[in-house]
């Protein structure tokens, strides 16, 4: 009974961070993406610019929230 507590809260934590890294990456998206447009860029362009600057965001803020970036 105890790990089947454990196993369901487990995946409930999970479900939690994936929805608020989900969060921050959409919303770095979509700004991204509307003021890559409005400068005259097509849609395809933006994306994938949008898509890489906002996953290289998304990872250096993991690095440094786990404390793992390099010491200066």
Known sequence: MASKVAVALLV??????????????GSC?????????????????????CDTDCFDKEVAGSVNEAHLAPIK
């Open 12 to 25: 409930m934590c999970v479900v939690v961070i994936a929805s608020v890294h989900a969060d921050k990456f």
């Open 29 to 49: 998206f979509n700004t991204c993406e509307q003021e890559c447009m409005a400068g005259g860029q097509g849609q395809t362009f933006c994306e994938m610019k």
